[in-house]
């Protein structure tokens, strides 16, 4: 049957189209998968060797100051306490007189005191880890100097205690059930430098817990309940280099911080702070990093840091800052980084005017409230960060910006991967030779009516191998220079210009189809009280669907007062006025009414009625067989309802999902771009067209007369041949020999 042969090639184009997409999106994909850092040389180094004080990449990158600051706290601090740790190892060595090539890994503690189910991994050092242990081993070596008990389910009691360990100097308690903390539980650990006491259940401190440790260099306490508590218990830590409290249930409200004169770095993350004045901080005044991300803070005064001289990195980020005073980083000669992500104030020119600082992280903050002319008077930076790639093109002079890469184009490429350079001239070809050829194909039909409806499509379609020419173009344009005129570009008539052409091409193309579907539902369902429109009024629908179409895509320009910002600056190098980031912002609200309003709501027309359309033909063919037209007319309209399917709900359900904040990978935003979104008007000429029962008739001729005419050339050149050769056998046997009777018999 011609209907199954129809679905079968059906089928088969759309997992050809199918199978295409989801090769070039695998090839599209990073050569680091997640979890692993990406060196220039192409090598892919896993987190665990990332600022790891070794060189894994050639050029360092593994080992970057900032990132690692990012990671750990400052990269000075880092390399402090190392080299405090390795003092402390060398005096170990030394006191039992061991030179520092004869340790290797050699256990030198008693193992007959080494608790059972633990393990001397070097020297001085005990491991009990994940152990599921609920209390402390009752002895240790009394020579110990570090153990490790994390990862276990230790709650602390009055008779556990450390007090005969008069050498600990490093003591893990991480990741326990440790809910209380007795008085004085570490008054004979005069020798411990660093605690850890992170992901406990930890509520209260007690006053006297920290009086006889004087030495304590590092005290981690982060991810517990501690509520405000009287900062007086560290009264005595004049060595305290860090400390760390986020994650905890702090407001200091009644909390103000002694004199720590060797306190570098304080983390006072996620914590239910909602003011920040000077007394809180005022002792700290040798502090090189602060940090207070996510907290409840609305308004920073310019007198809270000013006392700060040695501050080297601050950081404020997503806390809803309403206020921050001119003059807030005024005094900060030393600051280096600031880190302002996802606060609710303008970034001008009163803010970055005192800046000299060398990395500025600004992710989460909307364009329209960063001045960019204000950034480009600082001198110093090297890095900054934003919530969009498109936005470095603002500040082409900064070293590295950051994101690098919106999935789609990079530093370098507006395209940024061969597989999507390659995919957008491949899909602009099919586009516009597909359409090209509908359109005159259909210049001459009978039904004048249908014709001018499948050339308007056909052109609307033709319009979007228009935009991704443009794109192609402009890509090899800028091929590895791109960086630097990125800027430009997003700003242009010319990206304004092919975004408005995409998404006129889009919405041009989707009124067309809900027009036709309307059409031929009333024609179909009810062929006897319907009337068929006449050549006019198509022509009247058309002209409101056209104009519907380039209203939409011209109205941004209206209400943003600029025709660059919608389909450029706000968006990527590609124009299109997608808006997967920034939620609820102008652009973003405008964009999710073309796309889960408008197009969704056509898009779910289209099925209805197609589906009804094929419930109607069942009811009328019940009594009888389903004849060959009817079954390929359903076949036809399936396939136009997969198609629309295909087209649009990647597109919807990314827009969806953007809405409830979930991430949207690079590399499926760029898939998007290149072949859902012309996805429909490279199939529209096949399904409108080419599979209709009388233009594959005229395919069919035509292959037919070429073949037939093959044939008949074939075979006169045949006969004519074979008259050419009897005629020289005959003249050559007649020459020779004269003789009637020989040729008789040859011919016999």
């Known amino acids: 049957m011609s209907y199954k042969r129809t679905l079968i090639i059906g089928f088969a184009f759309f997992g050809l189209i199918l199978l295409i997409a989801v090769a070039t999106y695998y090839i599209s994909l990073g050569e680091c998968t997640s979890g692993y850092l990406a060196c220039d040389n192409g090598k892919c180094i896993p987190q665990k060797l990332i600022c790891n004080f070794n060189r894994d990449c050639l050029d360092g990158k593994d080992e970057n100051s900032t990132m690692c600051g990012n990671f750990y706290g400052s990269n000075v601090m880092r390399q402090s306490n190392d080299n405090e740790g390795m003092k402390i190892f060398y005096a170990r060595l030394k006191f039992y007189n061991i030179t520092v090539h004869q340790y290797g890994r050699k256990c030198i503690l008693d193992e007959d005191e080494i608790p059972q189910g633990c393990d001397c991994v070097a020297l001085f050092q005990i491991n009990c880890r994940n152990g599921n242990r609920t209390s402390i081993p009752q002895t240790f070596p009394t020579n110990v100097v570090r153990i490790l008990l994390?990862?276990?389910?230790?709650?602390?009691?009055?008779?556990?205690?450390?007090?005969?360990?008069?050498?600990?100097?490093?003591?893990?308690?991480?990741?326990?059930?440790?809910?209380?903390?007795?008085?004085?539980?570490?008054?004979?650990?005069t020798e411990l430098r660093k605690l850890f006491l992170r992901n406990n259940r930890i509520r209260r401190l007690p006053g006297d817990l920290f009086k006889s440790t004087i030495l304590l260099r590092w005290l981690l306490m982060s991810n517990n309940f501690i509520e405000d508590f009287d900062t007086n218990i560290f009264i005595n830590l004049r060595h305290l280099q860090?400390?760390?409290?986020?994650?905890?249930?702090?407001?200091?409200?009644?909390?103000?911080?002694?004199?720590?004169?060797?306190?570098?770095?304080?983390?006072?993350?996620?914590?239910?702070?909602?003011?920040?004045?000077?007394?809180?901080?005022?002792?700290?005044?040798?502090?090189?990093?602060?940090?207070?991300?996510?907290?409840?803070?609305?308004?920073?005064?310019?007198?809270?840091?000013?006392?700060?001289?040695?501050?080297?990195?601050?950081?404020?980020?997503?806390?809803?800052?309403?206020?921050?005073?001119?003059?807030?980083?005024?005094?900060?000669?030393?600051?280096?980084?600031?880190?302002?992500?996802?606060?609710?104030?303008?970034?001008?020119?009163?803010i970055l005017s005192t800046l000299n600082v060398?990395?500025?992280?600004?992710?989460?903050?909307?364009?329209?409230?960063?001045?960019?002319?204000?950034?480009?008077?600082?001198?110093?930076?090297?890095?900054?960060?934003?919530?969009?790639?498109?936005?470095?093109?603002?500040?082409?002079?900064?070293?590295?910006?950051?994101?690098?890469?919106?999935?789609?184009?990079?530093?370098?490429?507006?395209?940024?991967?061969?597989?999507?350079?390659?995919?957008?001239?491949?899909?602009?070809?099919?586009?516009?030779?597909?359409?090209?050829?509908?359109?005159?194909?259909?210049?001459?039909?009978?039904?004048?009516?249908v014709s001018i409806v499948i050339r308007n499509l056909a052109l609307s379609d033709m319009i979007m191998g228009f935009y991704l020419i443009i794109i192609g173009y402009m890509d090899s344009r800028y091929r590895d220079v791109y960086h630097e005129n990125s800027g430009n570009w997003v700003k242009s008539w010319e990206c304004a210009l092919s975004g408005m052409l995409a998404m006129t091409s889009c919405e041009v193309s989707i009124l067309i189809l809900t027009f036709m579907s309307i059409e031929r539902f009333l024609l179909i369902s009810d062929p006897f009280g319907h009337r068929k429109l006449d050549t006019k009024s198509v022509i009247f629908c058309l002209y409101v669907i056209w104009l519907v179409g380039i209203s939409i895509a011209i109205l941004p320009v209206i209400l943003f007062h600029s025709s660059t910002k919608f389909y450029g600056v706000y968006n990527s190098g590609t124009c299109?006025?997608?808006?997967?980031?920034?939620?609820?912002?102008?652009?973003?609200?405008?964009?999710?009414?073309?796309?889960?309003?408008?197009?969704?709501?056509?898009?779910?027309?289209?099925?209805?009625?197609?589906?009804?359309?094929?419930?109607?033909?069942?009811?009328?063919?019940?009594?009888?067989?389903?004849?060959?037209?009817?079954?390929?007319?359903?076949?036809?309209?399936?396939?136009?309802?997969?198609?629309?399917?295909?087209?649009?709900?990647?597109?919807?359900?990314?827009?969806?999902?953007?809405?409830?904040?979930?991430?949207?990978?690079?590399?499926?935003?760029?898939?998007?771009?290149?072949?859902?979104?012309?996805?429909?008007?490279?199939?529209?000429?096949?399904?409108?067209?080419?599979?209709?029962?009388?233009?594959?008739?005229?395919?069919?001729?035509i292959f037919m007369k070429h073949k037939d005419s093959d044939k008949k050339k074939q075979d006169s050149s045949s006969n004519q041949i074979t008259a050419d050769d009897s005629q020289t056998k005959v003249s050559l046997l007649y020459n020779s020999n004269g003789s009637i009777s020989k040729w008789k018999f040859f011919t016999k």
């Open 150 to 189: 994390n990862n276990n389910r230790i709650n602390l009691d009055s008779n556990d205690t450390f007090g005969a360990y008069g050498n600990l100097s490093y003591l893990d308690l991480d990741n326990n059930a440790i809910s209380h903390i007795p008085s004085r539980f570490f008054h004979r650990n």
């Open 358 to 449: 060398s990395l500025l992280s600004l992710r989460g903050i909307p364009y329209d409230r960063i001045n960019f002319n204000a950034i480009q008077k600082i001198q110093k930076l090297e890095h900054i960060y934003y919530m969009k790639f498109v936005y470095c093109s603002n500040t082409a002079f900064v070293k590295k910006c950051y994101p690098k890469t919106d999935g789609i184009s990079s530093t370098s490429d507006l395209l940024t991967k061969p597989s999507l350079r390659y995919s957008v001239w491949i899909m602009a070809f099919l586009t516009c030779v597909g359409n090209a050829s509908v359109l005159w194909r259909r210049l001459h039909d009978e039904n004048r009516s």
């Open 242 to 350: 860090f400390l760390k409290l986020d994650y905890n249930k702090l407001t200091l409200r009644y909390m103000n911080f002694p004199e720590l004169p060797a306190l570098n770095e304080l983390f006072l993350d996620s914590n239910y702070i909602m003011e920040i004045r000077k007394e809180h901080i005022v002792n700290l005044y040798n502090l090189t990093l602060i940090s207070l991300r996510n907290n409840l803070i609305q308004s920073i005064d310019e007198s809270t840091f000013t006392h700060l001289n040695e501050l080297i990195e601050l950081r404020l980020s997503g806390n809803p800052i309403t206020k921050l005073d001119s003059g807030a980083f005024l005094n900060l000669k030393k600051l280096n980084a600031l880190y302002l992500d996802n606060i609710f104030v303008d970034i001008d020119y009163d």
């Open 576 to 701: 299109f006025p997608f808006f997967i980031e920034e939620v609820y912002s102008t652009g973003w609200i405008y964009s999710a009414c073309i796309f889960l309003g408008i197009n969704f709501l056509l898009i779910v027309l289209i099925s209805v009625l197609y589906t009804s359309l094929l419930f109607s033909i069942y009811r009328t063919r019940r009594a009888t067989s389903l004849n060959f037209i009817d079954c390929e007319f359903a076949i036809r309209f399936f396939f136009i309802v997969l198609a629309d399917m295909c087209c649009w709900a990647p597109i919807i359900g990314m827009k969806i999902a953007a809405f409830y904040k979930a991430e949207i990978s690079g590399d499926i935003y760029s898939w998007i771009v290149v072949f859902i979104l012309p996805f429909n008007s490279t199939v529209n000429p096949f399904l409108f067209t080419y599979t209709t029962p009388k233009y594959r008739d005229q395919i069919k001729s």
